[in-house]
T-cell receptor
Framework: DTGVSQDPRHKITKRGQNVTFRCDPI?????LYWYRQTLGQGPEFLTY????????KSRLLSDRFSAERPKGSFSTLEIQRTEQGDSAMYLC???????????FGPGTRLTVT | AQTVTQSQPEMSVQEAETVTLSCTYD???????LFWYKQPPSRQMILVIR??????QNATENRFSVNFQKAAKSFSLKISDSQLGDTAMYFC?????????????FGKGTKLTVNP
C-alpha cells in the first residue's frame, strides 16, 4: 500500500512564474487536503476536496491560487504569478471514508527567487 | 475560531527517559478530535496518537500516551523510554467533529531532541 505522493519534491522558480504541484492520495481515499507550512510554523490549511468537489477554501488561498481534483483522484495546486512570500512547503494529505485521520505526503518545497 | 498553543518551542531529553510535551487549545465546540503528529527532519508528517473529545479515557499507543483534560482544554503528550528516533518536531492539532470543518488546526510545534 503506497502512501500519499507529491510531485515535484522541490521547485525553484523565479518571481512572477506559474507553478503547478501534483498530489496523488492513497487509493480509495475520498478526501484530499492541501496545507502550507512555512519555516518554524505548523501547517496551515488551504483547501479540501471530497471526491471532485472543493468543499472549503481558506482565506489564505488568494485568487492567484487554484486547486483542482477533476476525477476525484489526484489533485493539482497551481500558483500563478509567484511571489517570494509563496516560498513554503506545500503539504497534501488524504483521508479515507468514515475516518477523521489524515495521512500526509512528503510535501513540495517551493522556493521563489 | 479554534486555536492551538504549544508553549515549548524546544525540549531535550536523555535516551530512555520520559518527556512530556504540552498543548492547550481553545474552542467552543463540544465534539472534536485532537492529534499529535511527528515530523522528523526532512521527512513527512506522521500521526502519533489521536483522542476523541467524547472519550474520557486517555489514548495510548505503545510508548506514547496523552493526558487529556477537557475542562482545562489541555492535551499533553508523554513519551516514555525515549529513543533517538523520537527526535523530531511534534505538532499538536485540532479538528472539529462530524458536521464541522474537516481541516486540522496546528500549533507551532515543539522541537524535541533525544540525546544519547
Amino acid at each position: 500500500d503506497t502512501g500519499v505522493s507529491q510531485d515535484p519534491r522541490h521547485k525553484i522558480t523565479k518571481r512572477g512564474q506559474n507553478v503547478t504541484f501534483r498530489c496523488d492520495p492513497i487509493s480509495e481515499h475520498n478526501r484530499l487536503y492541501w496545507y502550507r507550512q512555512t519555516l518554524g510554523q505548523g501547517p496551515e490549511f488551504l483547501t479540501y476536496f471530497q471526491n471532485e468537489a472543493q468543499l472549503e477554501k481558506s482565506r489564505l488561498l488568494s485568487d492567484r491560487f487554484s486547486a483542482e481534483r477533476p476525477k476525484g483522484s489526484f489533485s493539482t495546486l497551481e500558483i500563478q504569478r509567484t511571489e517570494q512570500g509563496d516560498s513554503a512547503m506545500y503539504l497534501c494529505a488524504s483521508s479515507p471514508p468514515d475516518s477523521y485521520e489524515q495521512y500526509f505526503g512528503p510535501g513540495t518545497r517551493l522556493t521563489v527567487t | 475560531a479554534q486555536t492551538v498553543t504549544q508553549s515549548q518551542p524546544e525540549m531535550s531529553v536523555q535516551e530512555a527517559e520520559t518527556v512530556t510535551l504540552s498543548c492547550t487549545y481553545d474552542t467552543s465546540e463540544s465534539n472534536y478530535y485532537l492529534f499529535w503528529y511527528k515530523q522528523p527532519p526532512s521527512r513527512q508528517m506522521i500521526l502519533v496518537i489521536r483522542q476523541e473529545a467524547y472519550k474520557q479515557q486517555n489514548a495510548t499507543e505503545n510508548r506514547f500516551s496523552v493526558n487529556f483534560q477537557k475542562a482545562a482544554k489541555s492535551f499533553s503528550l508523554k513519551i516514555s523510554d525515549s529513543q533517538l528516533g523520537d527526535t523530531a518536531m511534534y505538532f499538536c492539532a485540532f479538528m472539529i467533529g462530524q458536521g464541522g470543518s474537516e481541516k486540522l488546526v496546528f500549533g507551532k510545534g515543539t522541537k524535541l531532541t533525544v540525546n544519547p
